[in-house]
């Protein structure tokens, strides 16, 4: 998503050790560790009458307080439900794009919860998504490519929410399936697919942050691309961080290079996705969107988030500004 102010929450890595369950636990079976008779010998009691009332009795206490955990567990024992976390935007396309995206994830899917929650600007916002779920678990995978203050602060403190066992997954980026939607969108719009490149290279145009692991992220993911591409690529940022976008295109252009692309790598279209083509010399791609690799990733790291388990910070439900 293409944030409208101050961004540094886009670019990311799937080493981020954000994924925490809020309470603590790790999704424990509710009935583990519960059998009463486990290392007990019923005929043991040298009061055969005053033994057997205390296994009824426990026994009795057992089935109870499975009972009870099978009562709390009934909604909690269901599929965690994904909670997509997008940053907003006051493009229209912005929502529009989100929202398809969703559905196919949900087509992938069938039977999966899935929720949608914004940080700003647009609704439903994500304190108002949470607080809608009924108690049980539940993933927040943050729709950013990498990380910053959003999925390092405001996310973990989001997933602190009492109701809910949740824990946040990674955010999208680095990963080899952006690599393949950014090459693809390249090639979609224009890009030599073949081996005519000479002469050619590309400006990896992100949002930008101050979080220097968020840069070092956009950076991992223009190498990546590189290696695919096989020619030169620059990472450049719209906001908070240098080079510049143009400034990229223009020192490419003084090194030789008179075939510069600009590969959009923004989860959206939006201001930012749209300044950056706007200076392109040449070919522009598209805006990530609902490239099918999109879907797929969120779907990964939900997964990813299952099997990892690190302890939550501690914070409040609030989300910061961005």
Request: aromatic content about 2%; proline content about 11%; charged content about 20%.
């Amino acid at each position: 998503m293409t944030p409208t102010h101050t961004p540094g929450e886009h670019p990311g890595t799937p080493t981020d050790s954000l994924r925490t369950p809020a309470s603590g636990s790790d999704f424990p079976d509710p009935l583990a560790g519960t059998d009463p008779l486990a290392g007990t010998d019923p005929l043991a009691s040298t009061d055969p009458l005053g033994g057997a009332a205390q296994l009824i009795d426990r026994i009795t206490s057992d089935a109870a307080h499975r009972l009870r955990h099978l009562r709390r567990t009934s909604r909690g024992g269901r599929t965690p439900a994904l909670v997509v976390v997008a940053h907003g935007s006051r493009d229209p396309r912005t929502l529009a794009t989100v929202r398809s995206l969703l559905a196919t994830v949900r087509t992938l899917r069938p039977g999966l919860p899935v929720h949608l929650g914004h940080i700003e600007l647009n609704e439903p916002l994500l304190p108002d998504t949470l607080a809608a779920l009924a108690p049980g678990r539940a993933v927040l995978v943050p729709l950013l490519l990498g990380r910053g203050h959003h999925v390092k602060h405001d996310l973990p403190a989001a997933a602190a929410a009492r109701h809910l066992d949740a824990r946040v997954a990674a955010p999208l980026g680095p990963h080899p399936l952006l690599v393949d939607a950014l090459y693809d969108r390249l090639v979609e719009a224009g890009f030599p697919a073949g081996g005519r490149r000479r002469g050619a290279a590309v400006v990896l145009a992100s949002a930008g942050s101050r979080d220097p692991e968020g840069l070092a992220d956009t950076r991992s993911t223009a190498a990546a691309l590189a290696e695919r591409l096989g020619v030169p690529v620059v990472p450049a940022y719209a906001s908070a961080a240098a080079p510049t976008v143009p400034d990229a295109v223009r020192a490419l252009a003084a090194r030789g290079r008179d075939r510069v692309a600009v590969a959009s790598y923004f989860t959206a279209p939006g201001r930012f996705a749209a300044q950056s083509a706007a200076v392109a010399p040449g070919v522009a791609s598209a805006p990530l969107g609902t490239h099918p690799a999109m879907a797929e990733l969120l779907l990964r790291r939900y997964e990813e988030a299952l099997r990892v388990c690190t302890p939550a910070p501690a914070g409040g439900f609030q989300l910061a500004s961005a």
